[in-house]
């Protein structure tokens, strides 16, 4: 309103004190820290609890407001009574004493009581691990020079809850945002070890946790200081280079075996030297017989101490499967199918034991029901082909084949998960028992987490423990290995009725021949009979409901197919065991088309297009439909479900995928029921001695084969 005119003397009478900010932090009862916010303006101090009286309009308010928001961001509780602030979780003392004091600093002048001062902020403690091998153990040893291990079992479990300080007993804080605690937490959850298993500081571990081992601590180097002795530094390296190991290939197979097969030989080769187990779960079609009796002729030919058996158990469609392919391969091992009635199979076993070495082939129905005679013995291998077929645990022949005493197993699996992520911990306790701890352990740490959670700690975890044991090649990894189209013939066993039924019209088409009043067009209709009861007796007896070798066989083909991501070609020249096949896939879930004689030219020739756009796995063809003029390219797999007299229409059926266009490698599976009139017409296709040069249809005969004596030898 006006000018005003003053000497600086008589100006410095009026101007206000400036505000100074003092913060007294102290230790109160039961683990309470207080603070208290004093304000001095020259001779008068104010408590900032005090009120703002219209006297005191020289106090710096602003000021003051801003010292007390900082405070009570550290402590949140009012003690109005005393004119205080206080704080009692550890969590706000970790925070004060991490940047409290700084961020005070910065509105006032910090007091703190003498006691209080000692306490402070550590870094978490230098922690040391040491792995050795002794007695084909692991000896794991984690050791700390800061901390007992009293200490450092409570400091992990505040890690564990992902706390981030560890109030030690003196009342310093650890800090554990810290590599070296990770790695320590992982592999004690990683390998279920309880603290009283680590307490003494050195824990004892199977052999089969190297890997896991090496790469937990391989990923966590900071922080955690580690040694290794040459003894573990050498099992990490043997395994890590497995496939590349320099045993020495049984000269008969050094021609057969393609290179990768060759790596996988050696996989196992490996693996058995170090008394694990592991899965051979390469791409149907790739050859995982052929290894594994590479395997056995190493076995045969190098240890020359008497030899234990080895047992091969698989579906009981593939028992004579395996069985061809030894004696292809490997002429000279002596194997037994254990097959046949109660008293017939037994018989078998007493013989088998005599035989050093013998390699046993039998179904998983059949162990099951003959266990008490296997348990008395130790084999040298035990091989479990379609290993999916304990995928359930609890079944009997889960049960069973995990009672059989073996030194080795390996499992045969193209698929080792099918549906639930329990499968492989089925597989795994058989391969080695207590791998992936118990089933119900299993599942809370992983199927749980990684089914509804997607758990990318769970999910490397599982990795990290099981891939040095599982050998998985796809043809596309493998291409240059494989031949343009490669055949494999499966040989399946009859059960009882089937074989009774197939017998019995054997003879009584014998018992015919034998009077010569049989017309060629009879004896075709009969053996047309033969070749549907080979395939299924439901063509033949309407009220039949016990098994068919085939089906079954070519079912597990199909699953396999289909969880593998293949494409599949069926061909039958009966329709109605196309049929039959269908409904086994709609049981199982599979997807498929079907291609009849009824089928319209229009509704074929969308099928055919569908089939090359959509997922659906499973073509079904009949020979007069489908097995020339199509073009179906984006199938790699082709099944032909019975053979057929003349072998160039059954190659015309197979190049419907095999064709130009054709991407892919082809593998064709040929079924073959064993003893029957199948292996001879199988038999007359390899040796081409009767086979007609013109293209013959499914119904007619070479005229060679209707003499009698060719008709008897069909038989």
């Not at 303006?41 to 010292?67: H, I």
């Not at 393609?258 to 058995?272: I, N, P, S, V």
């Not at 018992?511 to 395939?535: D, N």
């Not at 073959?672 to 005969?701: C, F, G, N, P, V």
Request: aromatic share 10%; glycine share 4%.
């Amino acid at each position: 309103y006006c000018n005003v005119q003053m000497e600086d003397e008589v100006l410095e009478r009026f101007r206000p004190e400036p505000a100074q900010v003092r913060i007294y932090i102290e230790e109160g009862e039961e683990n309470l820290l207080k603070a208290r916010i004093e304000t001095f303006y020259g001779e008068k101090q104010y408590n900032v609890f005090d009120p703002v009286r219209l006297g005191d309009t020289y106090r710096d308010v602003a000021k003051e407001s801003a010292a007390l928001h900082v405070v009570r961001h550290f402590f949140p509780e009012v003690i109005r009574k005393e004119k205080r602030f206080g704080m009692r979780s550890e969590e706000d003392f970790f925070a004060f004493l991490e940047e409290g004091q700084q961020t005070l600093s910065k509105v006032g002048e910090v007091y703190i009581s003498g006691e209080l001062r000692k306490w402070k902020i550590r870094n978490a403690p230098r922690l040391q691990a040491g792995i050795s091998m002794r007695n084909h153990l692991l000896h794991l040893q984690i050791l700390s020079d800061d901390l007992p291990y009293e200490e450092l079992e409570r400091l992990l479990e505040n890690y564990r809850e992902k706390k981030k300080f560890f109030r030690l007993r003196g009342g310093d804080f650890i800090r554990l945002e810290d590599n070296s605690l990770e790695t320590l937490s992982e592999i004690l959850d990683g390998l279920h070890l309880e603290t009283e298993d680590w307490r003494t500081g050195e824990m004892e571990l199977p052999r089969y946790r190297a890997m896991y081992l090496n790469e937990v601590l391989k990923e966590n180097t900071d922080g955690l200081q580690v040694t290794r002795d040459t003894g573990f530094q050498k099992l990490v390296s043997e395994i890590l280079s497995a496939e590349k190991a320099c045993y020495p290939v049984p000269e008969t197979m050094e021609t057969i075996l393609r290179e990768y097969q060759k790596a996988g030989y050696q996989w196992m080769r490996t693996l058995d030297a170090m008394g694990f187990g592991g899965i051979l779960a390469d791409d149907m079609g790739l050859g995982k017989t052929v290894q594994v009796i590479a395997l056995i002729l190493s076995y045969r030919s190098e240890e020359t101490e008497q030899k234990a058996p080895v047992l091969i158990v698989c579906p009981a469609s593939l028992i004579y499967n395996w069985q061809s392919e030894i004696r292809r391969f490997a002429p000279d091992l002596h194997q037994v199918v254990i097959a046949g009635s109660m008293q017939e199979r037994e018989q078998l076993l007493l013989d088998a034991w005599e035989i050093p070495g013998c390699v046993l082939i039998t179904s998983y129905d059949l162990l099951k029901r003959d266990l008490a005679q296997y348990q008395n013995h130790i084999f040298r291998y035990q091989f479990l082909d379609e290993a999916q077929m304990i995928k359930n645990h609890m079944t009997k022949a889960a049960r069973a084949v995990k009672k059989i005493q073996a030194i080795s197993r390996f499992a045969l699996t193209g698929t080792p998960i099918e549906n639930r992520l329990s499968e492989l911990w089925s597989i795994f306790d058989f391969l080695m028992p207590g791998m992936l701890f118990s089933y119900s352990r299993f599942q809370k740490e992983f199927e749980g987490p990684i089914v509804r959670e997607e758990d990318e700690r769970a999910i490397k975890r599982l990795r990290q423990l099981t891939r040095p044991f599982v050998l998985r090649r796809l043809k596309a990894d493998v291409l240059k290995e494989l031949p343009d189209k490669s055949e494999i013939t499966i040989y399946a066993g009859m059960e009882e009725e089937q074989r009774q039924l197939y017998d019995a019209n054997v003879w009584q088409l014998k018992s015919t021949l034998a009077y010569g009043t049989q017309k060629s067009m009879q004896i075709l209709a009969a053996l047309v009979r033969l070749r549907q009861i080979c395939c299924d007796p439901a063509l033949v007896y309407e009220n039949y409901k016990g098994s068919s070798a085939k089906k079954e066989a070519c079912t597990h083909l199909l699953q396999e197919a289909a969880a593998g991501g293949h494409k599949v070609l069926v061909f039958s020249q009966f329709a109605s065991m196309l049929r039959l096949l269908a409904q086994s896939l709609d049981a199982e879930h599979i997807s498929y088309y079907m291609l009849t004689g009824s089928v319209s030219k229009e509704k074929r020739a969308e099928m055919v297009r569908d089939f090359h756009m959509d997922d659906t796995p499973v073509f079904l063809i009949s020979l007069k439909a489908g097995g020339t003029g199509l073009n179906l390219t984006a199938a790699d797999i082709v099944i032909h479900y019975d053979p057929w007299w003349n072998l160039a229409a059954q190659n015309q059926a197979t190049d419907r995928a095999h064709r130009i266009g054709q991407k892919h490698k082809v593998t064709v599976f040929r079924l073959i029921a064993k003893d029957t009139i199948e292996e001879r017409i199988l038999e007359m296709q390899e040796s081409k001695r009767l086979l007609s040069s013109q293209i013959i249809t499914e119904e007619s005969l070479p005229k060679e084969l209707l003499s009698p004596d060719a008709l008897q030898n069909l038989l």
